[in-house]
């Protein structure tokens, strides 16, 4: 075989892993989403995210009751595929107006953390500014970039 064919089979196989390792992480978001929507049946989820080139890229879910405190923070934030939600019990329990003054308190000095958490806030200021939208899970998707 000529050189331009291995390179070419090779540049197939690097394809099909990355198509691979895309299709595992959106099936762990999902996964997670779905965990959380059928955990938590009143209140509101927020989704946001930060891309990153060079950089790493983030998402975060805030779930928060109808009251607004925060339920449950979840942040994945990485450059590899394999990279997995992380929760951040510190942050349960506490108001959501907490992390909306200072949503760099969950970043500790990462801009893309700060801004996916800033994101995730105004989703859920958007689901509950909805006039007909009522607390609840069902129905909500992720932020759109």
């Known amino acids: 075989m000529a050189i331009w064919q291995w390179a070419l089979l090779l540049l197939a196989i690097v394809w099909a892993l990355?198509?691979?390792?895309?299709?595992?992480?959106?099936?762990?978001?999902?996964?997670?989403?779905?965990?959380?929507?059928?955990?938590?049946?009143?209140?509101?989820?927020?989704?946001g995210n930060s891309r990153g080139r060079l950089k790493k890229g983030t998402i975060v879910l805030i779930v928060v009751t109808p009251d607004l405190i925060v339920r449950r923070l979840l942040i994945m934030s990485g450059r590899s595929v394999f990279t997995k939600f992380k929760r951040h019990e510190e942050f349960e329990g506490r108001p959501l107006e907490e992390i909306r003054a200072d949503p760099a308190i969950l970043g500790e000095g990462e801009t893309g953390v700060a801004e996916a958490v800033k994101r995730a806030v105004e989703q859920i200021d958007a689901a509950r500014s909805e006039p007909d939208r009522q607390p609840g899970l069902s129905g909500l998707s992720a932020a759109k970039a």
């Open 18 to 47: 990355q198509a691979a390792g895309v299709w595992m992480q959106m099936r762990h978001y999902t996964d997670v989403f779905k965990g959380i929507t059928e955990k938590y049946k009143d209140g509101f989820v927020g989704a």
